[in-house]
T-cell receptor
Framework: GAGVSQSPRYKVAKRGQDVALRCDPI?????LFWYQQALGQGPEFLTY????????KSGLPSDRFFAERPEGSVSTLKIQRTQQEDSAVYLC????????????FGQGTRLTVV | GQQLNQSPQSMFIQEGEDVSMNCTSS?????WLWYKQDPGEGPVLLIA?????ELTSNGRLTAQFGITRKDSFLNISASIPSDVGIYFC?????????????FGRGTQLTVWP
């Protein structure tokens, strides 16, 4: 596609439910990032993939968070046993090379845990 | 982790006025970027800066990479209503994950017609 596509745009989950958020990066982009954006804050790094390899997951807040990119294209961020503090916008970004500073962001998935 | 201080937190200006916002960090960055985020959308890259002292323009926007490599500013000249949104600075540290960005808390810009 022309840009980074994320789905769903909005997700409401009951506390304790598992959720899966999808990211379709720009075709051919090597680098893929997940960021978490709380209300009124800037995006915070979660994890980074270079093709299918997850090279940095230091930003994942707990072991309830898991991300994968098995074929080096589409990525899924999974949150198990959601908590209220997980409520945020989850942004996916991709970039062409491994330097990746000029990243293109998707519209994000707004997750609300009730 | 890296700390980015972005100011001001919000600005209310009249159409046609110039705007200036800045960002400082606790440590050195080798790249500074400025993004704009509209409600319900992801951040959109406005300007990227790669060298200390670099001054770059993109239409009515001008940004500079500070000499100390710990700061950057963004100027918007002759503001128009569509400039409304949240502006974020972001920095990249060469010692971090390739491409990982550290973001400021944003400057909310409101433009009155």
């Amino acid at each position: 596609g022309a840009g980074v596509s994320q789905s769903p745009r909005y997700k409401v989950a009951k506390r304790g439910q598992d959720v899966a958020l999808r990211c379709d990066p720009i075709s051919g982009h090597v680098s893929l990032f997940w960021y978490q954006q709380a209300l009124g804050q800037g995006p915070e790094f979660l994890t980074y993939f270079q093709n299918e390899a997850q090279l940095d997951k230091s930003g994942l807040p707990s072991d309830r968070f898991f991300a994968e990119r098995p074929e080096g294209s589409v990525s899924t961020l999974k949150i198990q046993r959601t908590q209220q503090e997980d409520s945020a916008v989850y942004l996916c970004a991709s970039s062409l090379g491994t330097g990746g500073t000029e990243a293109f962001f998707g519209q994000g998935t707004r997750l609300t845990v009730v | 982790g890296q700390q980015l201080n972005q100011s001001p937190q919000s600005m209310f200006i009249q159409e046609g006025e110039d705007v200036s916002m800045n960002c400082t960090s606790s440590s050195i960055f080798n790249t500074w970027l400025w993004y704009k985020q509209d409600p319900g959308e992801g951040p959109v890259l406005l300007i990227a800066l790669y060298k200390a002292g670099e001054l770059t323009s993109n239409g009515r926007l001008t940004a500079q990479f500070g000499i100390t490599r710990k700061d950057s500013f963004l100027n918007i000249s002759a503001s128009i209503p569509s400039d409304v949104g949240i502006y974020f600075c972001a920095g990249h540290d060469r010692g971090s994950t390739l491409g990982r960005l550290y973001f400021g808390r944003g400057t909310q810009l409101t433009v009155w017609p």
